[in-house]
């Protein structure tokens, strides 16, 4: 930040460096005038939190496609058919852990799958995941026959159901992954590449990056965090549902645009992930509370995914512009000195 600014222009860039978190504030504060005997306390704090831990999840995983240019919107029906798959191998006779790593690499499978399709025949990947969507959605029913899956043993209820100093296991897996996935961005030489893929493809293949290899590497850490978070959904429920995830897909993208994520890759923070399941978690809540039925729910979500993308395109059109301005100044005291 230019140390010349002035007052004005300091609070104008910190209000856009800090939009998701000044927005979430703003809606807690709303929910909290709204419902001020119930909204702050810690039954509801707990639930909210509870409520976003495997969207956040998901959101993360997400985020390394989104990071790369690409969408993923399987995701969804991924995240229940990770629950289908693990209580369906358990009712056949498979003890449970190991059906929850053959669970969690089947969503592995079908990510790389959905990356594999797309980069193969250069089909964008927004549209392979809706056709993989489809085809997830019809196996999840077809495995089932459309009816939920029970009877799981009670040593799965751990990850979905219990406590640890009073924190929900769900909360405590979803923190220790999203510092992961800090580190991940932040300190290695792969997070740098998936900034460098999303930025740029032709500059990044020019500097010696495999792009594809990036790609499918960002396809199986989304597939990876999305059946973890749905084993979890799974043990809360305590069943295995196809039903399970039917929104979560618009919730994660709109989660991780609100975050700061760009749709056209190469710009996020996992903070800023965390911070928009956090506003999707608390307006969910916060609507349910106030007694607004799941139809307007919808509606209000649907307006914030396009806020959210609305936010998104202006902010790289003020990249742009800021870019290309500062490349015309530079030009111009070159010449200048040139001369």
Do not use: H
């Amino acid at each position: 930040m230019n140390t010349g600014m002035t007052l004005s222009d300091k609070i104008g860039y910190y209000a856009k460096k800090f939009v998701a978190q000044i927005l979430l504030v703003i809606i807690i504060i709303i929910f909290a005038v709204m419902e001020p005997s119930t909204f702050f306390t810690l039954d509801n704090l707990l639930t909210i939190v509870r409520q976003v831990a495997t969207m956040g999840m998901v959101a993360l995983g997400v985020s390394f496609l989104m990071l790369t240019g690409n969408l993923d919107f399987s995701v969804g029906k991924i995240y229940a058919f990770a629950g289908v798959l693990c209580a369906l191998l358990y009712q056949k006779g498979v003890p449970i852990w190991p059906a929850v790593l053959i669970a969690i690499l089947a969503c592995i499978g079908i990510s790389m799958i959905t990356g594999y399709v797309s980069m193969k025949f250069g089909i964008p990947m927004l549209i392979v995941s809706i056709a993989m969507m489809q085809v997830v959605d019809g196996l999840n029913l077809i495995l089932t026959d459309g009816a939920t899956i029970y009877g799981l043993p009670d040593s799965i209820k751990f990850l979905g159901q219990y406590y640890i100093l009073g924190i929900p296991v769900a909360v405590i897996i979803f923190a220790v992954l999203a510092l992961i996935v800090a580190f991940v961005l932040n300190e290695t030489y792969l997070g740098r590449y998936f900034f460098a893929v999303g930025g740029n493809n032709e500059t990044a293949r020019l500097s010696g990056i495999n792009v594809n290899k990036v790609k499918m590497i960002a396809s199986i850490l989304c597939g990876l965090l999305t059946g973890i978070a749905g084993i979890i959904m799974m043990s809360r429920s305590f069943s295995g549902s196809p039903y399970t995830g039917t929104n979560i897909g618009n919730d994660v993208i709109s989660a991780a645009v609100l975050g700061g994520v760009s749709i056209s890759g190469g710009t996020g923070k996992t903070s800023g992930v965390v911070t928009g399941v956090l506003i999707i978690g608390v307006l969910s809540q916060g609507l349910v509370m106030v007694g607004l039925s799941s139809n307007y729910q919808n509606m209000i979500k649907g307006a914030v995914l396009i806020l959210a993308v609305i936010m998104d395109t202006r902010s790289k059109i003020v990249k742009t512009k800021t870019v290309e301005r500062e490349n015309v100044d530079r030009n111009a005291k070159k010449l200048q000195s040139e001369q």
